[in-house]
């Protein structure tokens, strides 16, 4: 397996614009998590799916951020408009309920860097 | 909700020196909980797991750690530090409850090995 995906690796933007980071978790996966780490506040979860449903957002920062799983093998984080407080690593990670560890597996990360 | 703390946030030791990372944290059920490493500019590698299968775990690397519930405590160990061991270290929480699957990570150790 290719491991969780995440496009792009590195987004370098301005403030005001919209930016839209993507997740492909492992397949039969059926949970997906988004976080963001910073300097400040650390790996913090921004929000997860279960089956594509959204199970909690609570993390979510405020109504810029918005994320989607139209499918079990793809979601989306979008920002809306972007911040230079946006700046940070966000990463993406899935686990299958049938591990009963709750494992998670991350990807790469996607570098934002918001001008 | 459960909780992480890690003691430290940096951490020196002599190449061959032993490694120990303190890791103390808060769960009303039954946790599962997990060492993770970053190296520099990577996303997150799981070192290990505590499954409730046995309390003594051993990782990859040479890493080890083990759960203490009458202290609360899954500290992290290494008999000989390596220089390539030198990244930031997390620690991690989470349950088997559904609605409570995201991983909350403590804030991190840098772990810095000297010659």
């Known amino acids: 397996d290719a491991g969780v995906i995440q496009s792009p690796r590195h987004e370098v933007t301005e403030m005001g614009q919209e930016v839209t980071l993507r997740c492909k978790p492992i397949?039969?996966?059926?949970?997906l998590f988004w976080y963001r780490q910073t300097m400040m506040r650390g790996l913090e979860l921004l929000i997860y799916?279960?089956?594509?449903?959204?199970?909690?957002d609570s993390g979510m920062p405020e109504d810029r951020f918005s994320a989607k799983m139209p499918n079990a093998s793809f979601s989306t984080l979008k920002i809306q408009p972007s911040e230079p407080r946006d700046s940070a690593v966000y990463f993406c990670?899935?686990?299958?309920?049938?591990?009963?560890?709750?494992?998670?597996?991350f990807g790469p990360g996607t570098r934002l860097t918001v001008l | 909700a459960q909780s992480v703390t890690q003691l430290g946030s940096h951490v020196s030791v002599s190449e061959g020196a032993l490694v120990l990372l303190r890791c103390n944290y808060s769960?009303?059920?039954?946790?599962?909980l997990f060492w993770y490493v970053q190296y520099p500019n990577q996303g997150l590698q799981l070192l290990l797991k505590?499954?409730?299968?046995?309390?003594l775990v051993k990782g990859i690397n040479g890493f080890e750690a083990e759960f203490k519930k009458s202290e609360t405590s899954f500290h992290l160990t290494k008999p000989s530090a390596h220089m390539s061991d030198a990244a930031e270290y997390f620690c991690a929480v989470t349950v088997a409850d559904t609605g409570r699957r995201a991983l909350t990570f403590g804030s991190g150790t840098r772990l810095q090995v000297q010659p």
């Open positions: 990670a899935s686990s299958s309920d049938r591990v009963l560890n709750n494992e998670q597996f």
């Open positions: 505590y499954t409730s299968a046995a309390t």
């Open positions: 397949s039969g996966h059926d949970y």
């Open positions: 769960s009303s059920v039954p946790p599962y």
């Open positions: 799916f279960n089956n594509n449903v959204p199970i909690d």
